[in-house]
Every structure is written in C-alpha cells, then in structure tokens.
C-alpha cells in the first residue's frame, strides 16, 4: 500500500515535444506529491509539487496533473529541451512526513 | 547557503566489514534522512533523524544505524555488510517537519560491497 508506481521505464521525446510520466498510488493518506530530477552523479533535486486539493500546477514548463479519485497524477514537460534529459522521480509523503516514497524512476532523453 | 555534502563519494568494503558515512545538512536544516538508492531504482527511506531523534524508520534492519549531532550533521552506520548493501547512499535535509518543506539532497555515497 505504501508503493508509487510510475511508468514509462524510458521515455525518448524529440526537442520542443511533450514529455508525460504518470504516476499512481494506493495509500489515501498520501498528501503531497513532489517530483524530483536527477542528473547522473548527483542527488534528486525538487522540481515541482502538488497538493491533493487542487487538480494542477505549472511553473515554467513543467505540469503536475492530479486526479484525486483515480489516484494518479503526471508530470508534463513543454517544449522539452536536451538539458531535459535526465532521470525523473514521482513521489508521496504523508502522516507526519517522516518518509517520502519514490517511484522506480523514469529515464528521459531528449533528442535534438 | 552550503548544500547538503557528504563523504566519501566512493567506498569499497569487503562482506561483514562495517561502514560510516557522513552528511552535513544545509544551513538552517534541522531534520536530516537516509535513503539507499540501488542501481536503477528509487530512493528507499532509511531513517530519518530530528533534533537528534530518530523519528521514522523504513525497513530496514537494525545493522542499519544512525546519529545526529548538535550541529544537525548526521551519520549512517551499517554493520556485517552484505553484498546487497551496494547502492547509492544519499542524505537529505530539510527544516522541520511541514508536507511543504522539501527535500535536498547531496551526491551521496556511492558504497560497493565485494
């Protein structure tokens, strides 16, 4: 009950694409859900987050969308750039916010 | 503001050896926690530590240890290492408690049990 699952594994999206990473979660206490980037040799890094009781935020060209009932929510990017390419990570943390569990990971490449 | 360092970078131990790792938090940071990143996955939680209190725990097993000190830096201690111990470790600090207080990472520990 406490998993993420996220998919795809690997994503290749042409520069100036979309690139979409969905997410979905079983644990109903789960409250805040960031998304964090990470670059090869570096930590995770936030990169945008949302709360359940809105159904999306932007900042820049990076989207969160929330679909409380279905329990799922993705993260778009616009107009993807090679300096795009990295590794993104969904997430969810709640009850106290002792513990943040992270998806498996999606690997993206943006080609020029 | 200094971010989140930690040392080594690198570390190779022999099955059954004991390990330390090091984290210094972020400036202002009062809440420190672990995670263990295997090859291709998510971060795991570990621990995380509090005003020098650990107040969570993944599932990890209890050779897995940790400290926090005055100054908020922490340690992660693993005893009688095993071959599945290899992994990325990495720290993270963070102010408080508060859904809305993120996350930040250092590099971590890149740790290789042979």
């Known amino acids: 009950q406490q998993q993420v699952k996220q998919s795809p594994q690997s994503l290749i999206v042409q520069k100036g694409g979309i690139s979409i990473i969905n997410c979905a979660y079983e644990?109903?206490?789960?409250?805040?859900f960031p998304w964090y980037q990470q670059f090869p040799g570096k930590g995770p890094a936030l990169l945008i987050a949302?709360?359940?009781?809105?159904s999306e935020k932007k900042e820049g060209r990076f989207t969160i969308s929330f679909n409380k009932s279905a329990k799922q929510f993705s993260l778009h990017i616009m107009d993807s750039q090679p300096g795009d390419s990295a590794t993104y990570f969904c997430a969810a943390s709640g009850e106290g916010y002792q513990k943040v569990t992270f998806g498996t990971g999606t690997k993206l490449q943006v080609i020029p | 503001e200094t971010g989140v360092t930690q040392s080594p970078t690198h570390l190779i131990k022999t099955r059954g050896q004991q390990v330390t790792l090091r984290c210094s938090s972020q400036s202002g940071h009062n809440t420190v926690s672990w995670y263990q990143q295997a090859l291709g996955q998510g971060p795991q939680f570990i621990f995380q530590?509090?005003?020098?209190?650990?107040?969570g725990r993944g599932n990890f097993p209890p050779r897995f240890s940790g400290l926090q000190f005055p100054n908020y830096s922490s340690e992660l201690n693993v005893n009688a290492l095993e071959l599945d111990d290899s992994a990325l470790y990495l720290c993270?600090?963070?102010?408080?408690?508060?859904?809305?207080?993120?996350?930040?990472f250092g590099n971590g520990t890149r740790l290789t049990v042979t």
């Open positions: 949302i709360r359940p009781d809105v």
């Open positions: 993270a600090s963070r102010t408080g408690l508060v859904a809305n207080s993120p996350l930040h």
């Open positions: 644990n109903t206490a789960f409250d805040y």
């Open positions: 530590y509090y005003r020098e209190e650990e107040n």
